[in-house]
């Protein structure tokens, strides 16, 4: 059984703290992405990854840096967390190639107080 | 990404059928794909489209017109389990990256 796994359902975090959000695949996916999800305006991608060490911003990348250290594993950081970085954060990942579906995990509701 | 357009919200009574709109900027366009997604859970795969036409999955099926830039997901003989958010998304040819709509919640009511 495909499996994408989120290290957190729910988190609270202080203003100003550097907050990790990791995320683990095991298919052997290359690609991997982070989105996030509000409420009127679906999924936003954040950044993704097609390979080991290389990353590409995508919509809304500003506050936002990742890092994929293996293939299996990608994580998303905030360095400073605010306020309008509370939200549904989703992760997910596709083999290689364009147009290939994409498994997400269970979602990070982050909320920023 | 590109504009995807589809309905806020839809409600329909169980046993009815529902079409869900998706429609969609045609400059690079590849492929659509459409996900369910209940209340607290991750997206799931329904379908893909790349080619004009129907795909008939079950009760789910899924409808593209690449020339008109739009799609419909059609949800036959409702049940309350279909009761979840529907994502339509795109992708531009050569692409990794999906875009979405902000989704359709669709009610089912007895």
């Known amino acids: 059984d495909v499996k994408v796994t989120q290290s957190s359902r729910y988190l609270v975090k202080r203003t100003g703290e550097k907050v990790f959000l990791e995320c683990v695949q095991d298919?052997?996916?290359?690609?991997m992405f982070w989105y996030r999800q509000d409420p009127g305006l679906g999924l936003r991608l954040i950044y993704f990854?097609?390979?080991?060490?290389?990353?590409e911003k995508g919509d809304i990348p500003e506050g936002y840096s990742v890092s994929r250290e293996k293939k299996e594993r990608f994580s998303l950081i905030l360095e400073s967390a605010s306020t309008n970085q509370t939200s549904m954060y989703l992760c997910a990942s596709s083999p290689t190639g364009a147009g290939t579906e994409a498994f997400f995990g269970q979602g990070t509701r982050l909320t920023v107080v | 990404g590109q504009n995807i357009d589809q309905p806020t919200e839809m409600t329909a009574t169980e046993g009815a059928i529902v079409q869900i709109n998706c429609t969609y900027q045609?400059?690079?366009?590849?492929?659509l794909f459409w996900y369910q997604q209940h209340a607290g859970e991750a997206p799931t795969f329904l379908s893909y489209?790349?080619?004009?036409g129907l795909e008939e999955k079950g009760r789910f099926s899924s409808f593209l017109s690449r020339s008109k830039g739009y799609s419909y997901l059609l949800l036959k003989e409702l049940q309350m389990k279909d009761s979840a958010s529907y994502l339509c998304a795109g992708h531009l040819s050569n692409d990794y990256k999906l875009s979405f709509g902000a989704g359709t919640t669709v009610t089912v009511r007895a």
């Open positions: 298919m052997d996916h290359e690609n």
């Open positions: 489209n790349v080619l004009d």
């Open positions: 990854s097609y390979d080991v060490k290389m990353k």
């Open positions: 045609t400059s690079g366009f590849n492929g």
